[in-house]
């Protein structure tokens, strides 16, 4: 099983590294560079431990707290056992013309880590604060962005981690429904 990921992951590689290079080259450039460095330290937790505290603010802030830390920690558990068992490189190491524009967190790119908590903190974040659905979606598609512009993530690597973030968050509402009743 592992010979024939590895296999499709490579015609996938290929299929998205022109579209990888042309967002990469932006990293080449200062402020380009400098925004989406900043977005991927954010993603890397502070902006959603952040979004965490405020939900106490919220009526019914201690459970949506709580809820947002549980679906966090999932998703945690959920990327990291696919990464395990998926094993695809990171664009910058496997092709010599996407530059690194950021360390990595760990060697392997499928899924995006970081998109998959965009995406399920801003599902879960305009739940409990609407007023707050815009400013995150559009957090979460910078997120998404600056992964592939920053050489870590290949583009379905970004798709992956948002169709599992989105899932994620509708599946833990479901959950939260029935325990709140």
């Given at each position: 099983m592992g010979t024939h990921i590895a296999t499709v992951f490579a015609r996938f590689d290929q299929a998205e590294l022109r579209f990888s290079r042309y967002l990469n080259r932006?990293?080449?450039l200062p402020t380009p560079r400098a925004i989406f460095h900043a977005v991927s330290r954010l993603g890397d937790g502070w902006i959603w431990y952040g979004l965490i505290l405020c939900m106490v603010i919220v009526p019914g802030g201690a459970f949506a707290a709580l809820h947002l830390a549980l679906t966090g920690g999932t998703g945690v558990f959920v990327y990291r056992r696919i990464k395990?068992?998926?094993v695809r490189e990171r664009p910058f190491i496997t092709h010599p013309a996407i530059s690194c524009a950021a360390a990595p967190l760990d060697r392997c790119s499928f899924p995006s880590g970081h998109t998959?908590?965009?995406v399920s903190?801003?599902?879960l974040g305009s739940h409990y604060l609407p007023e707050l659905a815009l400013p995150l979606a559009g957090f979460a598609v910078?997120?998404?962005?600056?992964r592939v512009v920053l050489?870590?993530?290949?583009?379905?690597?970004?798709?992956a981690g948002a169709?599992?973030?989105?899932?994620l968050a509708l599946a833990?509402?479901?959950?939260?429904?029935?325990?709140?009743m």
């Open positions: 932006s990293s080449g395990r068992y998926a998959l908590h965009a903190f801003a599902v910078l997120i998404a962005i600056s050489g870590l993530h290949y583009p379905t690597d970004v798709a169709l599992l973030g989105g899932s833990s509402q479901e959950i939260a429904g029935v325990i709140a």
